[in-house]
């Protein structure tokens, strides 16, 4: 993984009260995400609908925590983003199940939200409103259009790929929290096995289709998951 400690560049702040801090390499890979040649309006527009994106999932998941009662707080790093929480009281499956959920559904609405303006503006553009052919039916893509398209795209690809049962992410957390509420040594060594061998695919897939950051991505995840199985199946845990 990437490193995400501290560092002088940080940019912190808080949000509704929840503490945030963006370690540079995020800046670095959503503007990877966002590139496009000779177009530096768009790739400025693009890192900020990255930024939007990770953070209103990271949000999904720690107003979600504050709502417990946990004190949540939020990173965003080069492989996406963390909310933090300790669930000091109060703890059910059900709770931390809801918390993994909320990411994914916060990014969902936000989801929906571009696609509904993106299907209004269209709507706009065949009735024949001016503001709306002005902005999108242009010779060169407009920044609105590119920022819909990317919300759309960014929120569908993090919240999908954040629902696979691969720990840690939020579908591997939920895996877990149903695997463990029988047996936990059991269930942590099953939620490793399905998150080795779905991460170990998604890498497969992501570099047979020539996308190196997925592929590194979910290979790191693979190895993580295979090492977690490993001492699992050694009992040291
Ligand atoms: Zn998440």
């Not at 994106?53 to 504050?66: M, N």
């Not at 707080?73 to 492989?79: A, E, F, P, R, V």
């Not at 020539?210 to 998951?225: C, E, K, V």
Request: charged content about 10%; glycine content about 12%; hydrophobic content about 55%.
């Amino acid at each position: 993984m990437l490193p995400v400690a501290p560092t002088q560049y940080d940019v912190n702040f808080s949000i509704f009260g929840i503490p945030v801090r963006i370690h540079p390499f995020f800046w670095l890979i959503a503007a990877f995400i966002s590139w496009v040649d000779g177009r530096l309006d768009l790739v400025v527009v693009g890192i900020f609908c990255v930024f939007l994106s990770i953070l209103v999932h990271e949000l999904g998941h720690a107003l979600s925590a504050r709502y417990f009662g946990w004190p949540p707080s939020i990173l965003l790093h080069g492989m996406g983003g963390l909310a933090f929480y300790s669930p000091t009281f109060g703890y059910t499956r059900g709770r931390a199940i809801w918390i993994a959920f909320a990411g994914p559904l916060a990014g969902f609405l936000l989801l929906g939200a571009a696609f509904a303006t993106a299907v209004g503006c269209q709507a706009a553009v065949a009735a024949g409103q001016d503001w709306a052919i002005r902005m999108f039916t242009g010779e060169r893509i407009t920044p609105v259009e590119f920022a819909l398209g990317m919300l759309i795209q960014v929120n569908l690809f993090w919240g999908v790929l954040n629902l696979m049962p691969v720990f840690p992410l939020d579908g591997g957390k939920i895996c877990s929290e149903i695997l463990n509420a029988r047996n936990s040594v059991i269930g942590q060594r099953r939620t490793a096995v399905i998150g080795m061998i779905t991460a170990g695919l998604l890498a497969a897939f992501f570099l047979k289709s020539g996308q190196w950051w997925g592929g590194l991505l979910f290979g790191s995840l693979a190895y993580d998951n295979y090492r977690q199985y490993e001492q699992f199946r050694r009992g040291r845990w």
